[in-house]
């Protein structure tokens, strides 16, 4: 009988009917597929009129546009917050699109569970700056981060989607640059694979209420416009070698297109000796933890509060 590795965990709860709602929504707002020919910088407004409009971010949080590294980006700040302890949030939307308020306000989520602050940079997108400007900038910023003198294992990073991407990109850059890593990373749906190899690409492409397999294709190719560097660590960071990275953290839903993303990294990194979890969600959409009204997404910080105060001695947090 196969024997489940155990830095894996199912989570055993039934979907909440707000889950089964926001996938419904989810199904039917996707809108027209994207083709070679789509406007992206359009579209990316079109998104930024509708993050602007659908997610509030509290009057008690602290939002102080600033650079770091050179790179633009905010300070999120609580009350809760002791500043040095640092949350570096790296934002999804495949690396073509941001959503300033929703991930402004998962990361005051997450600032007000782990008592930290969240830089989150505001880096160059695609197709405007492809591969390796998104990096570029993630590498700058936590060079900036630690030339500040922030001690770099009072440092959380975290991503979700292309986000997680860059965060384990960052943490490879990082190893070859000869700097010390942070005290753990964050991935929530980490986007690993360019070559889309994942089995779960095709066994949920049309199941999976946000992502399809034909929008990838065309973010890809706007991304990294040329296939020989669809294997390059710094663009599938699943190739790259995970040996020394500091403990991470995987969070997924279970018929996500990049569920197996994440499992194959997951298990490599638990191979190369890294103290790893993975935790798989029942029918919990794509990056479920930025819709702050699901109740899993609550229940999936306080997981996220658990791993960093055990491995980062943050007495303070509670489960």
């Known amino acids: 009988m196969h024997r489940r590795p155990g830095y894996r965990r199912e989570i055993e709860i039934r979907p909440s009917w707000r889950t089964h709602a926001l996938n419904a929504l989810l199904r039917l707002t ?17 998104y930024e009129k509708l993050d602007a409009r659908q997610f509030k971010v509290g009057p008690e949080v602290g939002r102080t546009p600033v650079e770091c590294g050179g790179v633009p980006g905010e300070w999120i700040a609580v009350p809760e917050t002791r500043t040095e302890r640092v949350v570096l949030y790296l934002h999804g939307g495949s690396f073509a699109f941001r959503f300033p308020n929703a991930h402004a306000a998962l990361a005051a989520r997450l600032c007000r569970r782990l008592r930290a602050r969240a830089f989150v940079p505001d880096y160059r997108l695609a197709p405007e700056h492809p591969f390796p400007a998104a990096p570029d900038d ?13 001690d770099p294992r009072q440092i959380v990073l975290a991503g979700d ?11 490879h850059r990082a190893r070859a640059a000869g700097l010390p890593p942070p005290g753990c990373a964050v991935l929530l749906s980490p986007a690993v694979d360019c070559t889309m190899g994942s089995p779960s690409m095709v066994a949920f492409d049309g199941r999976d209420p946000m992502i399809r397999i034909a929008n990838l294709l065309v973010l890809r190719r706007h991304y990294v416009p040329s296939p020989h560097q669809y294997t390059n660590p710094e663009v599938s960071p699943l190739f790259a070698d995970f040996g020394g990275f500091p403990p991470l953290f995987f969070q997924v839903g279970n018929t996500e297109l990049l569920l197996d993303d994440a499992t194959r990294a997951a298990e490599k990194a638990h ?8 935790e798989l969600w029942p029918g919990a959409p794509h990056a479920f933890q930025l819709a702050g009204f699901l109740p899993e997404a609550a229940l999936a910080i306080d997981h996220i509060a658990r791993f960093v105060r055990m491995r980062l001695g943050w007495a303070d947090i509670s489960d």
């Open 30 to 46: 996707m809108g027209a597929p994207l083709t070679h020919d789509s406007d992206v910088a359009a579209l990316r407004r079109r």
């Open 138 to 150: 993630c590498h700058a910023v936590y060079r900036g981060l630690l030339a500040q003198g922030i």
């Open 271 to 278: 191979e190369a000796g890294v103290d790893v979890e993975l």
């Open 161 to 171: 989607s292309a986000g997680g991407n860059l965060a384990l990109v960052t943490l």
